[in-house]
T-cell receptor, first 112, second 112 residues
Framework: SQTIHQWPATLVQPVGSPLSLECTVEGTSNPNLYWYRQAAGRGLQLLFYSVGIGQISSEVPQNLSASRPQDRQFILSSKKLLLSDSGFYLC???????????FGSGTRLTVV | RKEVEQDPGPFNVPEGATVAFNCTYSNSASQSFFWYRQDCRKEPKLLMSVYSSGNEDGRFTAQLNRASQYISLLIRDSKLSDSATYLCVVKFYGGSQGNLIFGKGTKLSVKP
């Protein structure tokens, strides 16, 4: 069966520090991968998606970047965090156009 | 603009009650529809897909009205464990590889 792993679960980082969140998927190949952010009291916002190794599409201009160095690995990064980067970051994968998404357990990031 | 609108609630109901959530979407080209459930501080999890003919899964019934661009979720015989936020989700094809657009969710609280 397919599983998705995301870590860390919680993170407190100072403003201006770098960020690296990792997500890996097991039990499937060539998944579509997604990074979402959920700010307090707001809906889920798509940040990045990837349909293959090295292929990244950005949905919203921001202080973040994403990379997909391996088929089942998706990384969210920032060189310098802002207070507004605080939120609940969720990685998700999809097996194709007709399916919904399966989410990882999320990382709750607080920038202080 | 692609939008999914939901009543944020909260819906406070007693155990055993029947409760209905509604959702409207703005893009008539939408192709797939889902209801997700999100527990407090957890990731969203797929509750059920919504099919054109309507579908039922135990105490949960989902319906779709394409002409009115309207989706509903009915929960019968509410349990305490049904307390959560219910997210209406629409999948648009083209552009962002069929990314999901999430409503902000409707919060349900089932009381003893």
């Amino acid at each position: 069966s397919q599983t998705i792993h995301q870590w860390p679960a919680t993170l407190v980082q100072p403003v201006g520090s770098p960020l690296s969140l990792e997500c890996t998927v097991e039990g499937t190949s060539n998944p579509n991968l997604y990074w979402y952010r959920q700010a307090a009291g707001r809906g889920l916002q798509l940040l990045f998606y990837s349909v293959g190794i090295g292929q990244i599409s950005s949905e919203v201009p921001q202080n973040l970047s994403a990379s997909r160095p391996q088929d089942r690995q998706f990384i969210l990064s920032s060189k310098k965090l802002l207070l507004s980067d605080s939120g609940f970051y969720l990685c998700a994968w999809s097996g194709g156009q007709v399916y919904g998404y399966t989410f990882g357990s999320g990382t709750r990031l607080t920038v202080v | 603009r692609k939008e999914v609108e939901q009543d944020p609630g909260p819906f406070n109901v007693p155990e055993g009650a029947t409760v209905a959530f509604n959702c409207t979407y703005s893009n008539s080209a939408s192709q797939s529809f889902f209801w997700y459930r999100q527990d407090c501080r957890k990731e969203p999890k797929l509750l059920m897909s919504v099919y054109s003919s309507g579908n039922e899964d135990g105490r949960f019934t989902a319906q779709l009205n394409r002409a009115s661009q309207y989706i509903s979720l009915l929960i019968r015989d509410s349990k305490l464990s049904d307390s959560a936020t219910y997210l209406c989700v629409v999948k648009f094809y083209g552009g962002s590889q069929g990314n999901l657009i999430f409503g902000k969710g409707t919060k349900l609280s089932v009381k003893p």
